[in-house]
């Protein structure tokens, strides 16, 4: 059984950065799109990001792009979010989610990923 771990949220003034990083345990992610997904209480979760197997393909949702930057390491077996230029918008719970796939074809979808993780808090205030 794939169990998902999220690390690195916390409390980041606006126009800072963070990084968070998802590792899985039970399996290697390295046969799987990864994707980045984010709530706010009493909203929708939201697709923020996903990566392909291979790390070529990388889709983002609008807005967050040219301010986040997903990547991973199959060696290290973690993909990680890279989050510039926060703002307090960005406040959520974010959520690594693993798919049964090698790609990110609509990655919005929360029904593609079938496991994740309990999230990690990021809240962007001064």
């Known amino acids: 059984q794939l169990q998902v771990v999220e690390s690195g949220g916390g409390l980041v003034q606006p126009g800072g950065s963070l990084r968070l990083s998802c590792t899985a345990s039970g399996s290697t992610l390295y046969y799987y799109a990864i994707g980045w997904f984010r709530q706010v209480p009493g909203k929708e979760r939201e697709g923020v990001s996903c990566i392909d197997t291979l790390g070529s393909g990388k889709d983002y949702a609008d807005s967050v792009q040219g301010r986040f930057t997903i990547s991973r390491d199959n060696t290290k077996n973690t993909v990680y979010l890279h989050m510039n230029n926060l703002k307090s918008e960005d406040t959520a719970v974010y959520y690594c989610?693993?798919?049964?796939?090698?790609?990110?074809?609509?990655?919005?979808?929360?029904?593609?990923?079938?496991?994740w993780g309990q999230g990690t808090q990021v809240t962007v205030s001064s």
């Open positions: 989610a693993v798919a049964p796939r090698n790609h990110c074809l609509r990655f919005q979808e929360e029904a593609r990923f079938d496991w």
